[in-house]
């Protein structure tokens, strides 16, 4: 069974650009769950979705939405990038959702913002 | 909300010793703990994680302990191998709402 996978793995752009990642998940997961990952913040919990809908929301600005499709495969958009968006977002699927079921991360994808 | 804090941030062990990592929650509606390992340049891992209604959990030289009175939750690592060398974080949730709160992470360095 395939992984979870993210496109692209590497990003550059520049303040006020915006940028979309995508995440497919593993076959059959349903859940999808968002994270940045930066040396200074940790691990952040952005957002996850469930059959199309966010279920719960971490505490970013409104800059940072996401969507799920029909097929699960969800995409993050961030909107008016900042310097400190520069991170790796990682993206976690599983069947229900995390805590129920094991949750699998994706590669990530690394971002920079000049 | 939830606020996870994990010690230390990093450990030295020699190879062949035991490695322990602490981490405290503050929901005590936190109902699952589990802790991932991130080797440099890949993906967090699952590697165990223990529930609210079980008080320790092992899997071969990996082992987790959870005081919920406490409010914390301990991973334990015996018999040291190079290949445990990596980034550990712990992580609490509450099933209700979903959101994964996770600790700052440790760097074990296991010395050969």
């Known amino acids: 069974k395939a992984g979870v996978t993210q496109t692209p793995r590497y990003l550059i752009k520049t303040r006020g650009q915006q940028v979309t990642l995508s995440c497919s998940p593993i076959?059959?997961?349903?859940?999808v769950s968002w994270y940045q990952q930066t040396p200074g913040q940790g691990l952040q919990f952005l957002f996850e979705?469930?059959?199309?809908?966010?279920?719960n929301k971490g505490n970013f600005p409104g800059r940072f939405s996401g969507r799920q499709f029909s097929n699960s495969r969800s995409e993050m958009n961030v909107s008016t990038l900042e310097l400190g968006d520069s991170a790796l977002y990682l993206c976690?699927?599983?069947?229900?959702?995390?805590?129920?079921?094991?949750?699998?991360f994706g590669p990530g994808t690394r971002l920079t913002v000049l | 909300g939830e606020n996870v804090e994990q010690h230390p941030s990093t450990l030295s062990v020699q190879e062949g010793d035991s490695a322990v990592i602490k981490c405290t929650y503050s929901?005590?509606?936190?109902?699952?703990f589990p802790w991932y390992k991130q080797e440099l340049g890949k993906r967090p891992q699952l590697i165990i994680d223990?529930?609210?209604?079980?008080g320790e959990k092992k899997d071969q030289r990996i082992a987790v302990t959870l005081n919920k009175t406490a409010k914390h939750f301990s991973l334990h690592i015996t018999e040291t191998q190079p290949e445990d060398s990596a980034v550990y974080f712990c992580?609490?949730?509450?099933?209700?709402?979903?959101?994964?709160?996770f600790g700052t992470g440790t760097r074990l360095t296991i010395i050969p």
């Open positions: 976690a699927s599983s069947l229900v959702g995390t805590g129920v079921d094991e949750q699998f």
């Open positions: 076959s059959g997961h349903r859940s």
């Open positions: 979705y469930f059959s199309e809908t966010q279920r």
């Open positions: 992580a609490a949730i509450n099933f209700g709402n979903e959101k994964l709160t």
């Open positions: 223990i529930r609210s209604n079980v």
């Open positions: 929901d005590s509606a936190s109902n699952y």
